[in-house]
């Protein structure tokens, strides 16, 4: 018996409003939120990198995915869309298209990079909920050497000891302390205190052990280890 294309047609409108009802429903489960990350390419975990005048870095732009409580992170390409970057001072700090900073007078200076989505279907595109990120940065003086001060490494349970990252210039003079830039494996029972603390950060070991420290200044890195033994 031959098919009603009435039939068959009504049925393939039917279906297809199913399928957008169900989009419209349940768009905000379906559907990617999408936003935009900026990343030193450089040994720095601190939200404020630090660069001496004279230095370069590179700042890699991902785009992350969320759907519910999972997510991912990829390298911004062609596929995502198109970026623009800028700095709020290009005297401190210049960025070029390709987002390498530059880095040209001590202060701080803020970069941003902006993303303009490649168009999709409305359904099946991310939702973009940021399309832009920002990065602040501190430019230093010129820099010979990045250590850690004072150079004793061993502390005695209970003692505390305020330990800083020295950056110095050609002539050995300090021209600027350098935050805490991570720790690693530290003990459960010691006191770490203000990473940020310019002054350096104080440590008060409550039981033996040892702890990493590290500071960055642009692609310099700065490692001390230290330990506490019992009195």
């Excluded at 031959?2 to 489960?29: D, E, K, Q, Y």
Aim: charged letters at 20%; aromatic letters at 4%; proline letters at 8%.
């Amino acid at each position: 018996m031959p098919s009603n294309p009435l039939r068959i047609a009504t049925g393939a409108a039917t279906a297809g409003f199913l399928l957008l009802l169900a989009h419209m429903c349940t768009g905000v489960g379906l559907r990617r939120r999408a936003e935009l990350q900026l990343f030193p390419r450089a040994p720095s975990d601190v939200s404020t990198p630090h660069l001496a005048v004279g230095d370069t870095l590179g700042v890699t732009p991902t785009v992350c995915f969320f759907r519910g409580d999972s997510g991912a992170c990829d390298v911004v390409t062609a596929s995502h869309g198109t970026l623009s970057w800028a700095s709020s001072d290009s005297s401190i700090l210049s960025v070029d298209a390709q987002g390498r900073l530059s880095a040209r007078h001590p202060g701080r200076a803020r970069i941003t990079a902006r993303i303009q989505p490649k168009r999709h279907n409305s359904l099946s595109g991310p939702e973009w909920v940021r399309d832009y990120d920002s990065l602040s940065v501190v430019v230093i003086p010129e820099i010979r050497s990045l250590t850690w001060e004072p150079v004793t490494r061993r502390i005695r349970v209970g003692d505390t000891l305020r330990l800083a990252a020295v950056a110095r210039d050609a002539s050995g003079r300090a021209v600027a302390s350098v935050p805490l830039m991570g720790v690693i494996n530290p003990p459960l029972d010691w006191d770490i205190g203000d990473w940020d603390d310019p002054r350096g950060v104080l440590i008060t070991p409550k039981g033996p052990g040892t702890v990493t420290l590290r500071a960055a200044v642009g692609h310099r890195a700065a490692v001390a280890v230290l330990e506490a033994v019992t009195p």
